[in-house]
């Protein structure tokens, strides 16, 4: 879509930079896996994006805000709409309390995110269980932060997050100048392919507290909230040194942390690397195996 004087039409409210170089349109493309599930695009905009998806997909529900953007899409969108391939819902994203957007079937979102709610977006993303992949613009820092593995300086509370439900992915840097109006910063396209979704806000909160001050030792920020003595125990238990810092502890060893500080007991280090407690072993009793 052409719009005179864009960098004048944009919205800051609504975090809106167009990506207008098609180079890196194409290789969000190129990311998705080449499968039928149905994309979910947050903020179309002025549908670039938008377009190459439907030139390759069957399927695009989007969201956009901006009713000034609402009625070009629809505009632009009528054959694909009529045809049952485009459905647009204007209005703020946000408000949809379950889930992420309200699709029923598995869906793959693939967007270019508005910056100032994108870790907001990605979250609710994460904890849907029906969003099977994230493909997503973000700003460079956001997507080093959920892409981090662990020792690295960027491994936060949104990296363990992130591993928990599946692998994440820094695909590729884009300079502001692909955007009208350039933004302040450098971006970046972040993928998680999920295996898990999110389903303990008590684990969210519970990283909270272990990353609230990165410099410090986790044992420093893990007792603002429990018993010095218990994380102690516990420490030793899973031989980790009490000297540690958040970023320097993997993220199998934090859902370790949180079930056994939640009281749950540890019955040690199984060959396949992964931690079992009484949670996995009623599961285990419950399947038989
Ligand atoms: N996808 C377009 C592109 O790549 O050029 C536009 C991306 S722009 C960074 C972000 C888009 O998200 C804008 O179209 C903006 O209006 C929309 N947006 C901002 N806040 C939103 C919200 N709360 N719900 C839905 N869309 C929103």
Known sequence: MIID????????????????D????????????????????????????????????????????????????EKHFEKERDAGRFELHCGDVLAHEEGLVPLKEPYRLVSNLPYYIATRIILKALRDERCKEIIVMVQKEVAEKFAARSGERSFSALSVLAESCGKATLLFEVPPEAFVPAPKVTSAVLQIKKRHHLHDRGFEDFLK???????????????????????????????LSTKLRPHQVETVQYQTLYRLLKGERFYGRESTGTETTDTDKKQRNKSGA
Not at 5 to 20: C, D, M, P, V
Not at 55 to 63: K, N, P, S
């Open 5 to 20: 004087n864009l960098a004048e039409f944009a919205s800051k409210r609504f975090g809106q930079n167009f990506l207008k």
């Open 22 to 73: 098609h180079r890196y349109i194409d290789r969000i493309i190129e990311a998705m896996s080449d499968d039928s599930l149905p994309i979910a695009e947050i903020g179309p905009g002025l549908g670039d994006l938008t377009a190459s998806l439907l030139a390759t997909r069957q399927h695009v529900t989007a969201f956009e805000v901006d009713k000034r953007l609402c009625a070009l899409l």
């Open 209 to 239: 507290t272990a990353f609230a001050q990165p410099r410090k030792t986790l044992l420093k920020n893990l007792s603002a909230r429990f018993e010095k003595s218990k994380i102690e125990t516990i420490f030793e238990t899973l031989t």
